[in-house]
């Protein structure tokens, strides 16, 4: 008895395996229904010696709700699957030698993409890029790149506060405004020398055609013993060049910085009006940044020896030299954040 149950099932089964809509259901009639073959052998079971019944009736039930299972995932799948081949030579209107259609694919950001550039440009000349917290304490920000207490970038005008109690030794906490935050963190790992590049989001309270308050910068800390201002010239010329071209111009200014001395401002001349003078710029440069020697204070801040070693630093908006790049033509930066597919589409 046993044994024809097995069979029965066996049989069932690789009926089912070939079965289309139509066949579904005579193979039910004729495996489950009234006079189906499992049916009627499940009427036999009284028959069989008091011992044997409890034990054959159990294989008897598992066949039965193993066929039902079956059935019902055959009668699913087949109302899912779309018309076979066989059927669509069937239905002339499905011509199956016709491409398929695209899966769209979407591309990176072009502020991704242009991290992605400037990463590379830095690394050939080994910078290591790292990344340090956007919310920020205040010391990391302000207090250990030698910023007064009441200077007005600690304000509220400038940057964004955190609402969290404020750390006796770090201050409050903030968004951070800059990435030169990255800088005594990066010192206060105590590996010498530094070539460090930390791009990451900062934030500010500006909003205008070349600022947005969510924006990205990279910087660049360089500290050894012997590292001086031709050293901090050649890194930028090497990085103007090869992101911009060499026909770009750029130049430093003197100026002030409270975490470097001496300090400068990088400019750039204007992609846009190819120093001209348009809109954007001033008298066709364009101001990315600053950059200078570190001021020993923030060596100290970091327990570096400013009469050993020395250092520099730049920093400036990721979003402000893509904004350059020859044949961009990008005149507010707002629009980089305004998810206008139609605009970003187009990289
Ligand atoms: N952190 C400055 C800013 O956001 C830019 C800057 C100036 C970075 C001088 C530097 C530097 O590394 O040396 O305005």
Redesign the pocket.
């Known amino acids: 008895m046993e044994e024809q149950l097995i069979q029965i099932k066996n049989d069932a089964m690789s009926l089912l395996l070939e079965a289309d809509k139509e066949d579904i259901e005579q193979i039910y009639i004729d495996f489950l229904g009234k006079k189906g073959r499992l049916t009627l052998a499940m009427k036999d079971l009284p028959t069989l010696p008091i011992e044997k019944r409890t034990e054959v009736g159990k294989l008897a039930n598992e066949i039965k709700n193993i066929l039902e299972e079956q059935i019902d995932d055959k009668r699913a799948s087949l109302k899912k699957t779309p018309a076979s081949h066989t059927s669509s030579s069937a239905n002339p209107h499905i011509d199956v030698t016709l491409p398929g259609n695209k899966p769209s694919v979407g591309s990176l950001h072009l502020v991704t993409q242009a991290i992605d550039e400037i990463t590379t440009i830095f690394q050939t000349i080994g910078f290591t890029k790292v990344r340090y917290p956007e919310v920020e304490y205040d010391w990391y920000a302000f207090g250990a790149l030698n910023f007064p207490e009441d200077h007005p970038a600690r304000d509220d005008w400038e940057t964004f506060f955190v609402d969290l109690p404020i750390d006796p030794k770090m201050g409050p906490v903030v968004l951070t ?4 935050s990255g ?1 005594v963190r990066e010192m206060l790992k105590g590996e010498l020398p530094i070539k460090m590049l930390n791009i990451a989001k ?1 934030y500010r309270r500006q909003s205008d055609v070349s600022h947005t308050s969510m924006f990205h ?1 990279f ?3 360089v500290v050894g013993k012997g590292v001086n201002i031709s050293h901090l010239k050649g890194v930028l010329d090497f990085f103007f060049n090869s992101y911009l071209g060499e026909q770009r111009k750029w130049r430093i200014r003197p100026y002030h ?1 409270q ?2 001395e001496p ?1 400068f401002e990088v400019d750039v001349s204007c992609g846009i009006c190819n120093g001209t003078g348009c809109k954007l710029c001033k008298e066709g440069w364009l101001e990315l ?4 020697m570190v001021h020993p204070n923030v060596l100290r801040a970091g327990k570096i020896d400013p009469e050993e070693y020395t250092g520099f ?4 908006g990721v979003e402000r030299v893509l904004m350059m790049k020859e044949g961009l033509q990008l005149d507010d930066l707002r629009i980089l954040y305004s998810n206008n597919l139609d605009f970003l589409k187009q990289f």
Do not use: D, I, M, N
Not at 289 to 292: E, L, R
């Open positions: 405004p800059h990435t030169s800088q900062c910068q910087e660049g800390l910085f975490f470097t300090s940044g600053g950059a200078g630093a730049f920093g400036w």
